[in-house]
């Protein structure tokens, strides 16, 4: 990561803050939080919430049971890792996100707080029946597996994706298994690898409007690589449900989110969620502006109607939030007319 390279490493035994960079268990070096510290740079403040984005504190005895089963198999949740403010409701319900391949990502968006570094190569041998026993402990009916981008490996980490998805269907025959993954760098080969693995849902998350995808991404990433990749998964198997999802508030237009979906929507995608962005650290892309309720379900009716069998939109909507009620048709359950404005 040459981005990276002047920047020094914490000493061994210190926590790491944001931006800095550390050396993991497995021996490589990462940046806390993904980007570099912009401090000098006299990064902005964030202003303050609305009172629609407040989010329960995770407490509660389903929220420490999940969090005990996550440490105990050595496994990395999307929910902790990037730091989402549905987590208590998630964990408490019984429902995870299970991130796969490790907690450093070779990327560097400017919006997520994964670590960053490159981790060689390293994977977790474990890892495939370490997810197949956590799923069957907590008894999940749904799972979302995503992971960190793996540039540092052939296959983007596809086979080992597989292999994990495999060994939940092996165990958990019953459970709809949704796949939120990388663009494995545009490869359609290793898409279908995943994409053959068993899955009721394949996701890749095109995350912003055209204009904006760089510098909202990574330079690897790419709007019209992620729409190739939703596209050929949906090509590849019949029957395939795929999803995708953006975050607003980083400046776009409403006719760029329609425009947007309409991309989305001629790739083939079925289901779309919408959320608010919420800047992790002062390090990345501040908030330009904060979405209203009312926003979110004037998107929700433009996406509908061009054609999608969904769109969960809401301010606390994530892509994976509440996934196994997105057909249920209904906004996944959500209310944005009983927030507060």
Same mark, same amino acid.
């Given at each position: 990561?040459?981005?990276?390279?002047?920047?020094?490493?914490?000493?061994?035994?210190?926590?790491?803050?944001?931006?800095? $960079?550390?050396?993991?268990?497995?021996?490589?070096?990462?940046?806390? /939080?993904?980007?570099?510290?912009?401090?000098?740079?006299?990064?902005?403040?964030?202003?303050?919430?609305?009172?629609?984005?407040?989010?329960?504190?995770?407490?509660?005895?389903?929220?420490?049971?999940?969090?005990?089963? *996550?440490?105990?198999?050595?496994?990395?949740?999307?929910?902790?890792? @990037? $730091?989402?403010?549905?987590?208590?409701?998630?964990?408490?319900?019984?429902?995870?996100?299970?991130?796969?391949?490790?907690?450093?990502?070779?990327?560097?968006?400017?919006?997520?707080?994964? /670590?960053?570094?490159?981790?060689?190569?390293?994977? #977790?041998?474990?890892?495939?029946?370490?997810?197949?026993? !956590?799923?069957?402990?907590? $008894?999940?009916?749904?799972?979302?597996? !995503?992971?960190? #981008?793996?540039? /540092?490996?052939?296959?983007?980490?596809?086979?080992?994706?597989?292999?994990? *998805?495999? =060994?939940?269907?092996?165990?958990?025959?019953?459970?709809?298994?949704? &796949?939120?993954?990388?663009?494995?760098?545009? *490869?359609?080969?290793?898409? =279908?690898?995943?994409? /053959?693995?068993?899955?009721?849902?394949?996701?890749?998350?095109?995350?912003?409007?055209?204009?904006?995808?760089?510098?909202?991404?990574?330079?690897?990433?790419?709007?019209?690589?992620?729409?190739? *990749?939703? =596209?050929?998964?949906?090509?590849?198997? &019949?029957?395939?449900?795929?999803?995708?999802?953006?975050?607003?508030?980083?400046?776009?237009?409403? @006719?760029?989110?329609?425009?947007?979906?309409?991309?989305?929507?001629? @790739?083939?995608?079925?289901?779309?969620?919408?959320?608010?962005?919420?800047?992790?650290?002062?390090?990345?892309?501040?908030?330009?502006?904060?979405?209203?309720?009312?926003?979110?379900?004037?998107?929700?009716?433009?996406?509908?109607?061009?054609?999608?069998?969904?769109?969960?939109?809401?301010?606390?909507?994530?892509?994976?939030?509440?996934?196994?009620? &997105?057909?249920?048709?209904?906004?996944?359950?959500?209310?944005?007319?009983?927030?507060?404005?």
């Amino acid at each position: 990561m040459p981005q990276f390279k002047d920047i020094p490493l914490v000493t061994e035994g210190a926590r790491a803050r944001s931006g800095e $960079k550390y050396l993991t268990p497995q021996g490589f070096t990462a940046i806390r /939080d993904g980007v570099k510290s912009r401090s000098e740079h006299g990064a902005t403040q964030t202003p303050r919430k609305p009172p629609w984005l407040k989010a329960r504190a995770p407490t509660g005895a389903g929220f420490q049971s999940v969090r005990a089963l *996550v440490k105990e198999h050595s496994l990395a949740t999307v929910c902790e890792e @990037a $730091k989402c403010p549905n987590i208590g409701e998630c964990w408490n319900a019984g429902t995870a996100t299970i991130m796969l391949m490790g907690a450093v990502c070779t990327r560097a968006c400017r919006f997520c707080s994964v /670590d960053t570094g490159n981790p060689h190569g390293w994977l #977790d041998a474990d890892e495939p029946q370490n997810a197949a026993r !956590t799923v069957e402990l907590m $008894k999940l009916r749904y799972v979302v597996l !995503t992971s960190v #981008d793996r540039d /540092d490996l052939s296959d983007g980490g596809a086979a080992h994706y597989a292999a994990c *998805v495999r =060994a939940i269907k092996r165990r958990n025959p019953h459970t709809a298994v949704e &796949a939120l993954t990388p663009d494995f760098q545009g *490869v359609l080969a290793d898409v =279908a690898t995943v994409v /053959d693995s068993g899955i009721e849902v394949f996701a890749q998350n095109i995350e912003t409007v055209r204009r904006l995808t760089h510098p909202v991404r990574d330079p690897r990433a790419g709007y019209e690589q992620t729409l190739a *990749v939703l =596209a050929h998964a949906r090509q590849h198997r &019949a029957g395939l449900l795929t999803k995708s999802s953006l975050m607003l508030g980083l400046g776009e237009t409403d @006719a760029e989110i329609t425009a947007t979906l309409a991309d989305l929507r001629a @790739a083939g995608v079925d289901l779309v969620t919408l959320g608010q962005y919420l800047r992790p650290t002062l390090n990345h892309l501040p908030v330009e502006r904060f979405v209203t309720p009312q926003e979110f379900d004037q998107y929700r009716e433009a996406a509908l109607a061009l054609g999608f069998l969904e769109c969960v939109s809401g301010p606390l909507v994530r892509s994976s939030y509440r996934a196994e009620q &997105a057909l249920n048709r209904n906004n996944a359950g959500l209310d944005n007319r009983g927030l507060a404005t």
